[in-house]
């Protein structure tokens, strides 16, 4: 079982920068794929980017997100930058034995946490 709590959320200009941070709990964190999502109102939850020994990232965000991990602190972070207001959603992080890209394959999810980003 994998427990996972997503902070750093918040409201910030066009421009600006936040950073994620998804906390998990659990053995073989190591091993998992960690991926982050979004989802804004009235759309389906989209692909962000994701990390096990590599990483993948969503076109939309290429350039300007970075996913990384620290396996000794259990924890995946998500740096954003130059947030645009098409970067408006509830961000999710997901965990999952094997590698994935689709919300499908993803066995376990945090709650979510708001990013706003104002014009």
């Known amino acids: 079982q994998v427990t996972l709590v997503e902070s750093g959320g918040g409201l910030v200009q066009a421009g600006g920068s936040l950073s994620l941070s998804c906390a998990a709990s659990g053995r073989s964190f190591g091993s998992y794929t960690m991926g982050w999502f979004r989802q804004a109102p009235g759309k389906e939850r989209e692909f962000v980017a994701a990390i096990r020994y590599y990483t993948n990232y969503a076109n939309s965000v290429k350039g300007r997100f970075t996913i990384s991990r620290n396996n000794a602190k259990n924890t995946v972070t998500l740096q954003m930058n130059d947030l645009k207001p098409e970067d408006t959603a509830v961000y999710f992080c997901?965990?999952?034995?094997?590698?994935?890209?689709?919300?499908?394959?993803?066995?376990?999810w945090g709650q979510g946490t708001q990013v706003t980003v104002s014009s």
């Open positions: 997901a965990a999952n034995p094997h590698w994935a890209v689709e919300p499908s394959e993803f066995a376990y």
